[in-house]
């Protein structure tokens, strides 16, 4: 398998306590990675880890490597606007930017310079459309993002994050906050998406995770105890911890 | 003795009741006592001409001088205030959120220096201006001023971006964008009501302080029309005009605070009409 993203012991570290120890693992391109692992385990740190945003918590010390297309992007010498523009974060609720529909998702196009007015307005209906919010909101691409509904939010986030060309999605809990409707429009988005980004989910609903996982990484307690496939992880645990967070005696 | 626990809720709150009643009476004491010395004198004139034969023994005239010059001032000082305020209150929210012991710090600061009474603002401008040779003018009263907002823009704005969840700041970032993007595009619009409000506040702050401008912008019957002249100001107008042993002089006082506490009260409730707006 080729490996969009490798983690060689990565250790983090808030005000010296340890949140993540010794994390490896390997993160397939163009396949659906999910993390896994009872609450306040670190999956949320590890996936900001990856895209630098735990770079803003107070007292943090991160030490380890985390390639991203083979080079190390926490030595200190990297763009990190560059970096993020590779990773679209969808996170656990939907953060609409302060502005209308239509520049919400141009927002990241403007801010690297491509004002072209034609050009983004067909970036606007080919990523809503992708994310099949078009036909609700083609009338009202003037009105505050905020006045969608929560689940409109998070697909427009979405959209948000695809329209600035992504190589990864980082999806935090995408669908806890979501309705079974639009939980589903995300999960089936991210089915198809998957042929052209390299896509890591952190869930902690067990059957989004066999839906939707080709490789899944079993956390606990700051650690990755287990990682495989979906066949490997699910049907066949090796880990007792693992086997008794998948019969749901923890969670 | 032993109050049971219904009879102590009973106790407090018509402890409350009363103190609100107080408090309420206070204030509508003052603004009706005001008015009602005021109103009176309020006349087209009196808002619309300058002191006849000056302003301390004058019996013609009235105080658009100091109205034109309360309005010049705190608009200047409001405006500076603002272009040093909002950076910083930005810079404390988008840059340093790595910090967060610094910016405890600094809000320290700024809360002590809000507390410090506008009279030591105003000697330190004198001071300044002794030091620099300046004379007492519009310019020196704008910036002492605006050296007394600063920190009620600072912590007024920093309250509003203090409250911008951090999920938007990590989306943002996500997004690619750099600090300064999402301090003016981002920030800056989500706490959008927040700045008014700081404004407005400061603005009310500006235009109310009479020690600040008293040695710094000094008093004139004149309508100043340059930075450099000193100008005359709604508070000291009140000031020096109610000591004045010649009843028009002391109706010119009354009819300043009337004017004054109008302006004010305007800019309360629409500060607070603004803040409502937000929730
Ligand atoms: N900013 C922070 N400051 C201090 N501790 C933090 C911070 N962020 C996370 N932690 C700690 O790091 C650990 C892992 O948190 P994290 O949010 O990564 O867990 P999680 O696996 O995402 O949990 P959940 O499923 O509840 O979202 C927790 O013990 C948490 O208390
Ligand atoms: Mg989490």
């Known amino acids: ?251 | 003795m032993i109050m049971n626990t219904k009879t102590e809720e009973k106790f407090f709150r018509v402890l409350m009741f009363l103190s609100t009643i107080f408090i309420v009476g206070v204030l509508l004491l003052i603004v009706v006592s005001v008015l009602y010395k005021g109103l009176p004198s309020l006349s087209f004139t009196m808002l619309t001409s300058i002191p006849k034969g000056g302003f301390y023994f004058g019996e013609e005239g009235g105080i658009l001088n100091a109205i034109i010059g309360s309005i010049y001032l705190s608009l200047g000082a409001t405006f500076l205030a603002f272009i040093i305020g909002w950076p910083i209150a930005l810079y404390m929210n988008v840059y340093l959120v790595k910090h967060h012991s610094l910016v405890n710090a600094i809000r320290f600061v700024f809360d002590v220096l809000w507390g410090v009474p506008s009279i030591v603002y105003g000697a330190f401008g004198f001071i300044l201006m002794v030091f620099l040779g300046v004379r007492a003018s519009l310019l020196a009263g704008i910036i002492t001023v605006s050296l007394f907002i600063v920190p009620i823009m600072v912590r007024a704005i920093d309250e509003s971006l203090k409250s911008v969840p951090r999920g938007l700041l990590e989306s943002a970032l996500s997004l690619g964008s750099t600090r300064s993007e999402i301090s003016y595009r981002i920030f800056s619009r989500e706490a959008f009501q927040g700045i008014i409000t700081a404004i407005l506040l400061s603005f009310g702050r500006a235009i109310g302080d009479a020690a600040s401008v008293l040695f710094t912008t000094g008093y004139t019957d004149r309508i100043p029309t340059s930075l450099l002249e000193p100008s005359a100001t709604l508070p000291l107008s009140i000031f020096f005009q109610l000591s004045s042993p010649i009843e028009a002089v002391q109706d010119r006082a009354y009819a300043s605070a009337t004017v004054l506490i109008s302006m004010v009260l305007v800019i309360s409730l629409l500060s607070r009409f603004i803040g409502n707006r937000r929730n």
């Open chain 1, 1 to 251: 398998m080729n490996n969009k993203i490798s983690i060689h012991n990565l250790c983090l570290s808030i005000d010296r306590q340890p949140i993540l120890k010794n994390v490896s693992l390997n993160i397939p391109t163009n396949k659906i990675t999910v993390i896994l692992g009872p609450s306040g385990c670190g999956k949320t740190t590890l996936l900001k880890s990856l895209n630098r945003l735990t770079d803003l918590i107070p007292g943090v010390q991160q030490s380890g490597e985390i390639l991203l297309d083979g080079v190390n992007i926490l030595n200190g010498n990297q763009d990190l606007v560059d970096i993020r523009q590779k990773m679209g974060l969808l996170a656990q609720r939907p953060y609409p930017l302060p502005m209308n529909i239509y520049k919400n998702i141009t927002y990241g196009l403007r801010i690297s310079g491509r004002r072209n007015r034609q050009f983004l307005e067909k970036r606007v209906e080919h990523y809503l459309k992708m994310v099949n919010l078009w036909d609700e909101v083609k009338d009202r691409l003037k009105d505050p993002a905020s006045a969608l509904s929560i689940g409109q939010q998070q697909r427009l986030c979405l959209a948000r994050g695809l329209a600035v060309d992504p190589e990864i999605i980082l999806a935090d809990e995408p669908t806890s906050s979501l309705d079974p409707i639009s939980s589903k429009l995300i999960e089936e988005k991210f089915l198809e998406l998957k042929s052209q980004y390299t896509i890591v989910l952190v869930t902690h609903i067990l059957r989004q995770a066999r839906r939707m996982a080709d490789y899944v990484v079993f956390m606990y307690l700051g650690e990755v105890i287990e990682q495989g496939t979906p066949d490997e992880l699910f049907n066949n645990p090796q880990h007792p911890v693992t086997k008794s967070y998948l019969s749901g005696q923890f969670y």
